[in-house]
């Protein structure tokens, strides 16, 4: 399970489930006037853990991560206001554990197990 913080709300993606990797994502406001709650959001396309996610110009982007012991390659950005996500292109090589940070607008992954 990953999280990022996009426009003062907190996401989380993925992580371990019973019987494998989870699909589901959630969302906490804790600006809400009415409490704050946890709200499942669209799920994941696959069960991902450990993908790393960053926030960029509204959206997360999130990358690489594991099932099965298979690394993966892709990256998805999901859209918090269409709540929806949109295949990106692929990593160079299969990758988890790793990290990522923004730097003026690139998102750079400096690390990771392939």
Known sequence: MR???????????????????????WSF????????????IADLP???EGPIVVPLNGNAYIFGGET??????????????QNTYARKADLPLPT???SALVVDD????PSGYS
């Open 3 to 25: 999280n990022i913080t996009v426009e003062n709300k907190l996401y989380i993606f993925g992580g371990e489930g019973v019987g494998g990797a989870s699909r589901q994502a």
């Open 29 to 40: 406001d804790p600006m809400q006037p009415s409490g704050s709650q946890w709200t499942q």
């Open 46 to 48: 696959i069960g991902m």
């Open 68 to 81: 099965a012991g298979a690394y993966f390659d892709i990256v998805f950005e999901y859209d918090p206001v």
């Open 96 to 98: 988890t554990g790793h």
């Open 106 to 109: 690139a998102i750079w992954i």
